[in-house]
């Protein structure tokens, strides 16, 4: 596989696209005497804008206080690095020879480490039921609360294994458009525990960030598409501290404009008259120009002005979290050549504040936090820089160690203690106590390249040797870990293992435990055993539907993924 070729990346900043503009009440009104069932859901929504909304019935007012009254709230955390970690030093950890420093005779049995491996904190350790790798190590103190899947397979291709990371896994194209029974798990998530909430379920992903993506393929509903499901499940990319706290001022501005009696008045009538069977439409199109307005528009009345001001500036917090100037810039790359894309988003540190304060504030549920360089954990290496130099020094595969610390270790330890330490409204329970979070990336990163195949070419052995030391050994690989934290997970735990010596995820059994016919050390079958029919090596589609069972959501019939939960993950 070639390797991605991404430049050095760029800081700066984006504005808020401007508003759009009410049809004038006049021409709403002539249009509605003459025929109420051709009003659509825009219509509605435009006129709310400008107007306001009927005074709402006894039940509607009912309903909405019985969701805002409810005590057992769920929140939702994604962390996403982008780009694929090296799984063999992190969760799906392998003991092998160095084979930088002790060559083999059969290059495709070698194994290449980091240059310190074996040394000091390069190697394998066991915390509790844990055994984890050094790029683990500095998130070891989160383990007693955390439930770690080291089997698990995936793809190995960025924008076809990120798209499954949020729609989970059954048979998609990403250049197909996403039908209305779609879902990504956060939307999933959100069509269930989002209606309470101003601004429910926010990311700070790009799908177009992409450097592989093609964005005239791209447009409308293709790839990954923000507004599936009901309104307030819809993705709302939240952008950097300034943005995010902009929109929601503005939300609550907006809001604040007074419904004058007539209008009150007309549409009352208009709601009256609209129930006829006749404008069946009319009426679908004015309940959900309701959903929506009401998400943001109502909402915004209940938001207290100081409060939104003072968003993301607690300079106590902000110094906790480590942020500087810089870490609230976006940054820009470019991937194999193309023109530099962007997240649009701030450093995960920023975005981990910035979610704690949401939740703190009740406005926000889910979020799904990511890495904001494009490609910073794409690792790629070529066997020919393992060793530099006239006397062959030396270097070892890339060290993902102060990267892993950076975008996930630190920011992710500090949002998880304020968590315990912030109690839900005067609950006795924590605000961790309701909160599940997910570690994961799109894939993992090899530590090896088979030369079998350009041994066995007809060209010279100048070219076979340019070749094998052109070879990327640390390219996409489809073995990769991902790791659940929460009130609701079984903490202390570790389900599956990797061969050392197939570097294969070995299967496990439905209730977690490795399938007996495989060796747990090399992770080879087992002599004239065979392959239990109940065991199965994990993948997205099962860390989705997990996600949702840890929530109290059954993960049957949101959206399409066809994998189960994994039931050992749960707190019984």
């Given amino acids: 596989m070639t390797a991605c070729q991404v430049d050095q990346r760029v800081n700066t900043a984006i504005d808020l696209p401007s508003q759009q503009t009410a049809p004038p009440r006049r021409r709403f009104l002539k249009r509605c005497i003459g025929s109420v069932a051709a009003l659509t859901c825009s219509d509605f929504l435009s006129y709310f804008a400008a107007y306001g909304m009927p005074a709402e019935s006894k039940s509607e007012r009912m309903a909405a206080d019985a969701t805002e009254a409810s005590e057992d709230p769920h929140f939702l955390i994604y962390?996403?690095?982008?780009?694929?970690?090296?799984?063999?030093?992190?969760?799906?950890?392998?003991?092998?020879?160095?084979?930088?420093?002790?060559?083999?005779?059969?290059?495709?049995?070698?194994?290449?480490?980091?240059?310190?491996?074996?040394?000091?904190?390069?190697?394998?350790?066991?915390?509790?039921?844990?055994?984890?790798?050094?790029?683990?190590?500095?998130?070891?103190?989160?383990?007693?609360d955390m439930a770690v899947l080291s089997s698990m397979h995936t793809g190995s291709g960025h924008s076809r294994d990120r798209l499954k990371v949020h729609m989970g896994d059954y048979s998609f194209k990403q250049t197909e458009p996403r039908e209305d029974d779609e879902r990504s798990v956060m939307q999933a998530f959100s069509e269930v525990y989002g209606q309470p909430y101003v601004l429910p379920h926010l990311s700070w992903h790009w799908w177009l960030s992409d450097g592989e993506l093609n964005e005239t393929q791209y447009t409308g509903r293709r790839g990954y598409y923000h507004a599936l499901g009901p309104v307030h499940a819809h993705t709302v990319y939240a952008g950097t501290p300034k943005k995010l706290r902009s929109l929601l001022l503005q939300l609550h501005e907006s809001s604040g404009d007074a419904v004058n009696a007539q209008v009150d008045k007309f549409l009352s009538d208009a709601h009256q008259e609209i129930l006829n069977d006749d404008n069946i439409q009319a009426v679908r199109s004015y309940h959900s120009a309701?959903?929506?307005?009401?998400?943001?528009?109502?909402?915004?009345?209940?938001?207290?002005?100081?409060?939104?001001?003072?968003?993301?500036?607690?300079?106590?917090?902000?110094?906790?979290?480590?942020?500087?100037?810089?870490?609230?810039?976006?940054?820009?790359?470019?991937?194999?050549?193309?023109?530099?894309?962007?997240?649009?988003?701030?450093?995960?540190?920023?975005?981990?504040?910035?979610?704690?304060?949401?939740?703190?504030?009740?406005?926000?549920?889910?979020?799904?936090?990511?890495?904001?360089?494009?490609?910073?954990?794409?690792?790629?290496?070529?066997?020919?820089?393992?060793?530099?130099?006239?006397?062959?020094?030396?270097?070892?595969?890339?060290?993902?160690?102060?990267?892993?610390?950076?975008?996930?270790?630190?920011?992710?330890?500090?949002?998880?203690?304020?968590?315990?330490?912030?109690?839900?409204?005067?609950?006795?329970?924590?605000?961790?106590?309701?909160t599940n979070i997910v570690i994961t990336s799109e894939f993992g990163r090899s530590i090896h390249g088979d030369v079998q195949g350009i041994l066995e070419k007809k060209i010279s052995e100048e070219k076979k040797q340019a070749e094998i030391g052109g070879q990327d050994i640390s390219a996409h690989w489809q073995v990769t870990s991902c790791a659940f934290l929460g009130g609701n997970v079984k903490g202390d735990s570790q389900y599956g293992r990797v061969g050392e010596a197939t570097l294969m995820a070995i299967p496990i059994l439905p209730d977690g435990s490795l399938d007996p016919a495989y060796n747990p050390i090399t992770g080879q079958l087992n002599p004239e055993q065979a392959k239990s029919p109940h065991s199965f090596i994990p993948n997205h589609g099962d860390v989705y539907a997990t996600a949702l069972e840890l929530s109290g959501v059954s993960p049957a019939g949101r959206g399409r993924n066809e994998r189960p939960a994994l039931p050992f993950i749960k707190r019984s």
């Avoid at 969760?91 to 930088?100: G, H, L, S």
């Avoid at 904190?121 to 790798?133: C, L």
């Fill in 79 to 144: 962390w996403y690095l982008e780009g694929g970690w090296c799984g063999y030093d992190m969760f799906n950890p392998v003991n092998t020879e160095n084979n930088v420093v002790h060559r083999l005779d059969e290059i495709s049995q070698e194994r290449y480490r980091v240059l310190p491996w074996g040394n000091d904190d390069y190697h394998i350790k066991t915390r509790g039921n844990i055994r984890y790798g050094y790029l683990a190590e500095p998130g070891s103190e989160l383990f007693s």
């Fill in 290 to 434: 309701r959903d929506i307005y009401l998400q943001l528009n109502q909402k915004g009345k209940n938001l207290d002005r100081t409060a939104l001001v003072n968003l993301f500036s607690d300079p106590i917090l902000r110094e906790d979290f480590g942020v500087t100037a810089a870490d609230e810039l976006i940054t820009y790359r470019s991937v194999n050549g193309n023109k530099a894309r962007s997240k649009f988003s701030p450093n995960t540190n920023v975005q981990a504040m910035m979610a704690l304060e949401l939740l703190a504030q009740g406005l926000s549920c889910g979020f799904f936090i990511e890495s904001r360089d494009v490609r910073r954990f794409d690792s790629h290496n070529s066997r020919k820089n393992l060793w530099r130099g006239k006397g062959n020094q030396p270097v070892g595969n890339p060290d993902q160690s102060e990267m892993m610390k950076q975008d996930l270790w630190t920011p992710l330890t500090t949002l998880v203690r304020h968590l315990k330490n912030t109690e839900y409204k005067n609950s006795e329970t924590s605000l961790f106590d309701h």
